[in-house]
């Protein structure tokens, strides 16, 4: 048994002080902090915010302790069988994954907090809040702020909220659900559990087994400029704004969050591939199936939203027109495939730089809509019969409820067994390949026709069209990502150049765009800039405008088939456009 013990003293100093007791089996003790937490995959070192560290007998006799690598102590116990080890862990990081202490609470992962030895032993934790502060966390409580956890996985899997924060409780599939909320907004409560109830009944419909866990807890934390989740066995933790909660469009967006953390208590929690669990805490745990983790969450999160009612279908295909054509404008999409995306997590998306629009394809955004081409494709080609909804039910039975491990090569095989349908080729494509995605097809197997908004109307295609994207700094308006092959690259302006003026007249971040759209493709423009603090002058040919927006709409021509599909897919009738 691992004892530790938690106070928040120093929280205006953003401290975190822990006391933990450990057992010693030999002469000395290796005492580590995790590189990184499961569900963020970056190696963050959040042993660079320990400090203080210090050992001593039980008695109180000071055992001499020193770094042997980035994220290991080493203690000499000596003849000691247990070794009390006290630190501080600088905690202000306000994000889902990282630790933070202020005067108002402490929310932390214990990846940011707890050393560990074997990381097998069981782990009892007494937290010590401030007078008016209260505990919330997904571990059983033995006493009052003393909770147990089996082992050091289950306890970096439960995130705490110490504080402040308003505690609500409600019952869904007959177990108890509590909703933390840190953070002032104005809510209506009600509604909003009710609503979460709806996803949650949703998700459980779906893998038609009521939900696996006795009790589940929603850590949500608002803050301006703020957004987040990270899932977990039993909780989840939210970070988002607080004024998210009006208009409805925002609105929704909130619920899209709290259902993707939610559906990953089954989809990444417990349905993984071999390397997310059990974790190595000191290095990446490569995987080729991210996409499957996160693009088929990502899939499901707003659909479960219009299984329960809270999503018009009609805005849930605007918001996927949207995502193709965010595709569509990312030049990366040509040198990455979902299973690349996927294993370069680490160095690629949870890095990125001015080069990644025009390197990387996120397997959050392509992977949701592979995973909604794949939904339609099976369901085209077995009649309605069979559905992705078969393939994670499959998923759960085997692996989530079992505990073991998928191996990535073996992703498409269990498509095709749950769906009797032969994927080869849409892998291939979609999955394995960098090709474009196969929409405007697959979209007709419901009716729905694909196509480019402002397509014949000739001021919108004809637009000039310099290829960058910009960026403020303090007043300066800065290139952020040029894109490969457009005008700007082709003149040699640079990501980081600082714009100035175009043609002698200044511009800025609310002027650029109206001095582009009055010019013409074909025309010279003539940049001034600052690159590295020297002034110089950039000519650039303007091009033509990629189409890159497109709309969906029901086509004209679908057959009944098509509009049942429809219906079985987004549960109302299919309706012919309006003009
Ligand atoms: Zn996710």
Redesign the pocket.
């Known amino acids: 048994m691992v004892e530790y013990r938690v106070d928040f003293q120093e929280r205006n100093a953003h401290l975190i002080r822990v006391e933990a007791k450990f057992p010693v089996a030999g002469e000395a003790l290796e005492l580590k902090l995790p590189v990184w937490t499961p569900g963020s995959y970056l190696v963050r070192e959040f042993e660079r915010h320990v400090q203080d560290v210090a050992a001593a007998t039980e008695e109180g006799k000071p055992l001499a302790v020193r770094k042997i690598d980035k994220a290991t102590w080493r203690v000499e116990a000596r003849a000691a069988k247990r070794v009390v080890v006290t630190y501080g862990v600088y905690a202000n990081d306000l994000t889902v994954r990282s630790a933070h202490a202020d005067d108002t609470h402490a929310f932390f992962n214990g990846a940011c907090v707890f050393l560990y030895a074997d990381g097998k032993s069981p782990a009892r934790i007494t937290i010590v809040p401030p007078a008016d502060w209260k505990v919330t966390v997904a571990l059983p409580e033995a006493q009052p702020n003393v909770f147990a956890a089996r082992d050091y996985d289950e306890l970096v899997d439960s995130p705490f909220e110490v504080g402040t924060h308003e505690l609500l409780t409600f019952t869904a599939q007959g177990k108890p659900h509590r909703l933390a909320i840190w953070g002032k907004a104005p809510i209506d409560r009600a509604t909003f559990t009710a609503d979460i109830v709806k996803i949650i009944d949703a998700a459980a419909a779906l893998f038609g087994d009521g939900v696996p866990y006795d009790d589940y807890t929603f850590l949500l934390m608002l803050a301006p400029n703020q957004y987040g989740?990270l899932?977990h066995m039993r909780s989840c933790a939210l970070l988002t704004s607080p004024f998210t909660f009006h208009p409805r469009k925002k609105y929704e967006e909130l619920l899209e969050l709290i259902s993707?953390?939610f559906f990953?208590l089954w989809n990444v929690k417990r349905i993984h591939p071999e390397a997310l669990g059990p974790f190595d805490y000191q290095r990446e745990a490569y995987t080729r199936s991210l996409w499957v983790m996160?693009g088929v969450?990502s899939y499901y999160d707003r659909h479960l939203l219009v299984r329960a009612g809270l999503q018009k279908p009609d805005k849930y295909l605007e918001k996927l027109a949207e995502e193709l054509s965010k595709i569509a404008s990312i030049p990366g999409r040509k040198r990455q495939s979902l299973e690349e995306s996927s294993f370069d997590a680490w160095i690629k998306l949870y890095r990125p730089d001015e080069n990644t629009t025009n390197s990387t394809i996120s397997y959050y955004l392509k992977g949701g809509v592979v995973a909604l081409l794949l939904d339609l494709e099976i369901r085209a080609r077995t009649g309605g019969k069979r559905a992705l909804d078969d393939v994670m039910r499959l998923l759960w039975s085997r692996f989530g409820k079992t505990g073991k491990g998928f191996a990535d090569d073996r992703v498409q095989a269990l498509c095709e067994e749950a769906t009797g349908v032969e994927l080869g080729a849409f892998f291939d494509r979609h999955v394995r390949g960098r090709e474009e995605v196969d929409a405007e097809r697959i979209l007709r197997t419901v009716g729905l026709q694909l196509s480019f908004d402002g397509d014949d109307e000739e001021g919108d295609k004809k637009a000039p069209y310099l290829g960058i994207t910009t960026r403020e700094d303090g007043d300066a308006l800065l290139v952020a990502t040029a894109f490969d092959g457009g005008p700007a690259v082709e003149a040699g302006l640079y990501a980081n150049d600082q714009l100035l003026a175009l043609d002698g007249f200044r511009v800025d971040s609310s002027t650029l765009k109206d001095r582009l759209d009055a010019r013409r493709v074909g025309d010279k423009v003539r940049f001034t800039i600052f690159r590295r603090d020297e002034l110089r002058e950039v000519e650039v040919t303007l091009g033509e405008k990629p189409v890159e927006k497109f709309k969906i709409e029901p086509a004209a021509s679908a057959t009944d088939a098509e509009k049942a599909a429809y219906r079985a897919w987004l549960g109302e009738d299919w309706k012919p456009a309006e003009d």
Request: charged share 45%; aromatic share 0%.
């Open positions: 989740g899932e993707h953390e990953h996160e969450t």
